[in-house]
Structures are given as structure tokens and as C-alpha cells.
């Protein structure tokens, strides 16, 4: 291979979600001059709080994943400094928007016990996307970002990460599992996880602990059914919250309302997963069949809300988006396993050790304390 012909960078950064994107931030706030590639498999920043458009209408937007924020505590240090800086460019607000509970018989409750429902709230503004797109527009002219870019080759070489031969870093750092967790290997069916192939066994004692924690780390699938409903003037809440037993009967977590600015809305399902394996020669066959299955249950679900059940029949599916790994659950990184020097490898996101695990507020604060590192090398 001709070397001479990659791209040489300071530090790439794998996926543009929330922790890659906060990552981008964090260095830039702290200082750091080396040049930053973001590599990211979507076609947009954003991750699991990426908005989803469409072509033929221009005006749709669609928080497909996470609708908000949540904050389990007052932040503080570097989190809170970024949250201002968020909110002085006026894309991020509190999420004041009514949250209901709804019960096994479909009717309004209690809200449930849920870690996405304790503390505070906070949306982008006007759509969730905008805050990873905000942080990474502070890594100024030194970061590109590439999107619809999923990277599936590494090598190691001495003083240089190569991905998929095109581009040459000499840190990286990932911010999916993708690349480090054997799950890859059955969902896109690669033949080898890339990670543990670039770097022998044994090279990296800290590498192999951390690689041997990924692979032993959960995470929950969700199915998102993508529904446009005509507009309606009901006073309606922004989400609907099912209770454990609900969730049970319906396989549903919970619905979300997202107002159109021409007044239409789009509702977001968010449905359970039931276990089934998923391979890229399964997931077509399992979508077509969350679809039915989600359909299906809405006019019960919605009953509560007579204004929105009657919109049903005009509701027009704009598809179902497969979260692979929704929530992680279980096992967590821990933070003294998040750099790995020796090899020149980090890790963020939700999935790391530490305040708001599996929450947004852990994708930032473990991509914060990743820079941290990073600056003090
Ligand atoms: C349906 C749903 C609802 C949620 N609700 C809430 C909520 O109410 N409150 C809350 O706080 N949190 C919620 N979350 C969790 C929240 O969205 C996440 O904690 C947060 O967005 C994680 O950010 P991240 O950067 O760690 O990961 P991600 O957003 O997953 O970013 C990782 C990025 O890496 C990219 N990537 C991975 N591998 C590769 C590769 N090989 N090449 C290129 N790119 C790659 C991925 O495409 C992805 O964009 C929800 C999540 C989901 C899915």
C-alpha cells in the first residue's frame, strides 16, 4: 500500500453523534491545534439524536430518536460551561413540553419510572440534530467531517491509525461499538471486529482489557415507527409514556408528538424489541413486521386523545428506523480504560462509566472527559 496516498490527520473521530461531536468541542475549547477528521456512517450529525428530513419536503423535520435531552443533575464544570454555550447560540432550550404515563388499559396515568424521565430536560433548537451540528461547528476550519462514511478497516501501523485505506490519524478515537464489539460481526456481517483485528493481542494490555469490557457490553433495539398525521389544533402532549406493565401488553415504550411548522405532525412509535436475531438478511423482514405490528396497536394507544385517533386512518408511514443499539445496558467502560496510549486509541459516549450512562448527558460528559485526557498527553 502507498502511504504517501492517505490522508494524513492529528485525530480521527468515529461517528458525529452527541459524544463525537462534544469531543470536537471539548478539544477546540481546551486548545487543542492538531487537525480533526469526524468519520460518520449517517447522513448527517446527529447519531441517535439525528432529525430525519425528506427530499421531496423540504419542510419535514423528524427527531427520530431521542426527542430530548435528559440531565440527571444540575450540571456542573465543563458540562455546564458547554450547556450555556448551547443555549447562548439558541440551540438547545428546556423541554417543557407535557409528558404523560399511559396504562396497561390505555388510559392516562402516572408517569413511570425511567431514567430518561428523571431531572431536567433540554431539546435542540428547532430540532434535535442542531446541538451536535452546533458543537461540531466549533471545531472550526482544522475538523472535516465526512457523513454517509461508515468505516469498517482498520490497521495499526507505527504512529498512524490507516482506515479503510484512505485516511491516516495518528490518534482515533470511537465513539459507536461498532468497530470494537463482536455484535458488528452478526448485524453487518463483517467477518472480523476491527479493532481487535488492527492491534494483536497481547500488544496492548490496556487495549485488551478495554476490548475484552466492550464485548461483554449490552444494549436495548428499538424500532421507531415514522408516522405524518394531517394537522391538528388538539392540545396534545409532546410525549406519551407507557408504564412498565403497558409496555408489556404493547411492546411499546413510548409515542412522541413532534408539531410541523406548517401545523402537520409527525409521530414517532418507539417499539420494543422481542429478540429476534438481526442480520442484514433478517432486518427487512423484521421491519416490514414491527410495522404491522406497531400500526396496529395505535388505536388503542391513542384513545385518550380522540382528536389524533381520528387522524389515523389518513397517517401516512414514512418507515421504521432500527436503533441497533438504542440504550446500552449491563456492563459499562469504565473511565480509566477510556485512553489507551500506548496505541493511541480512545472511547466515548453513553456507554462509558459514569454520570447519565446511557443517556445523552453521559455522551457529552464522557466525550468532555476524553478531551480532558487528550489535552493533558
Ligand atoms: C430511540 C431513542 C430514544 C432515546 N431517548 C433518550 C432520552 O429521552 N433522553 C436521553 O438523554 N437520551 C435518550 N436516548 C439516548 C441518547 O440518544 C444517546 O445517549 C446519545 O445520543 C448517544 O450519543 P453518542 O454520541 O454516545 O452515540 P451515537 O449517537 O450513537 O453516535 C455514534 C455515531 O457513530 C457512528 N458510527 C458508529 N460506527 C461507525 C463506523 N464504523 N463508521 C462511521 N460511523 C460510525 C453512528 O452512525 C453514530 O452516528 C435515546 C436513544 C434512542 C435511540
Same mark, same amino acid.
Not at 504517501?4 to 492529528?10: I, Y
Not at 447519531?47 to 430518536?65: I, V, Y
Not at 405524518?228 to 410525549?239: F, M, T, V, W, Y
Given at each position: ?34 487537525? *480533526? ?5 449517517? &447522513? ?54 407535557? +409528558? ?30 442542531? +446541538? ?12 472535516? %467531517? ?26 482515533? +478515537? ?47 433495539? &428499538? ?16 410525549? *406519551? ?22 401545523? &402537520?405532525?409527525?409521530? +414517532? ?8 436475531? *438481526? ?45 441497533? %443499539? ?52
Amino acid at each position: 500500500m502507498d502511504l504517501s496516498k492517505q490522508r494524513p490527520v492529528d485525530l480521527a473521530v468515529i461517528g458525529a453523534g452527541l459524544s463525537g461531536a462534544a469531543l470536537v468541542a471539548g478539544l477546540r475549547a481546551g486548545g487543542y491545534q492538531g487537525t *480533526i477528521l469526524v468519520l460518520e456512517a449517517g &447522513r448527517g450529525p446527529g447519531g441517535r439524536t439525528a432529525t430525519r428530513r425528506r427530499r421531496e419536503d423540504p419542510c419535514w423535520r423528524l427527531d427520530h430518536g431521542a426527542p430530548t435531552l435528559t440531565m440527571t443533575g444540575e450540571p456542573t464544570g465543563p458540562l455546564a460551561k458547554l450547556l450555556e454555550s448551547l443555549q447562548i447560540q439558541g440551540v438547545l432550550v428546556p423541554d417543557r413540553e407535557p +409528558v404523560v404515563g399511559l396504562d396497561p388499559d390505555g388510559g392516562v396515568t402516572a408517569l413511570p419510572d425511567d431514567p430518561q424521565l428523571v431531572g431536567h430536560r433540554w431539546r435542540g433548537q428547532p430540532t434535535m440534530a442542531t +446541538v451536535a451540528e452546533a458543537l461540531l461547528s466549533a471545531g472550526g476550519a482544522g475538523t472535516q %467531517a465526512h457523513y454517509g462514511t461508515r468505516i469498517q478497516r482498520l490497521r495499526r501501523r507505527p504512529e498512524a491509525w490507516l482506515l479503510d485505506d484512505t485516511w491516516q490519524a495518528r490518534s482515533l +478515537v470511537l465513539t459507536g461499538t461498532l468497530l470494537a464489539h463482536p455484535r458488528s460481526l452478526a448485524m453487518l456481517g463483517w467477518t472480523e471486529v476491527p479493532l481487535r483485528a488492527a492491534v494483536p493481542v497481547g500488544a496492548d494490555p490496556q487495549l485488551d482489557q478495554a476490548l475484552a469490557t466492550i464485548a461483554d457490553l449490552d444494549a436495548s433495539v &428499538r424500532w421507531n415507527l415514522m408516522l405524518e398525521l394531517p394537522g391538528s389544533d388538539a392540545s396534545l402532549p409532546r410525549q *406519551i409514556w407507557l408504564t412498565a406493565s403497558a409496555r408489556e401488553r404493547f411492546g411499546v415504550e413510548r409515542l412522541v408528538l413532534q408539531r410541523q411548522g406548517d401545523g &402537520r405532525l409527525g409521530l +414517532v412509535v418507539h417499539g420494543l424489541d422481542d429478540g429476534q436475531a *438481526i442480520t442484514p438478511e433478517s432486518q427487512p423482514t423484521l421491519i416490514a413486521a414491527q410495522e404491522t405490528r406497531l400500526r396496529a396497536q395505535l388505536p388503542e394507544l391513542l384513545a385518550p386523545w380522540p382528536e389524533l385517533e381520528r387522524l389515523l386512518p389518513q397517517a401516512r408511514s414514512l418507515g421504521v428506523m432500527r436503533w441497533g %443499539a438504542a440504550r446500552p445496558t449491563g456492563r459499562r467502560l469504565p473511565q480509566s480504560l477510556q485512553w489507551c496510549p500506548q496505541s493511541q486509541v480512545g472511547f466515548c459516549g453513553d456507554w462509558i462509566a459514569g454520570s447519565g450512562y446511557g443517556l445523552a448527558e453521559g455522551a457529552l460528559q464522557s466525550a468532555l472527559d476524553l478531551s480532558d485526557q487528550l489535552l493533558s498527553c
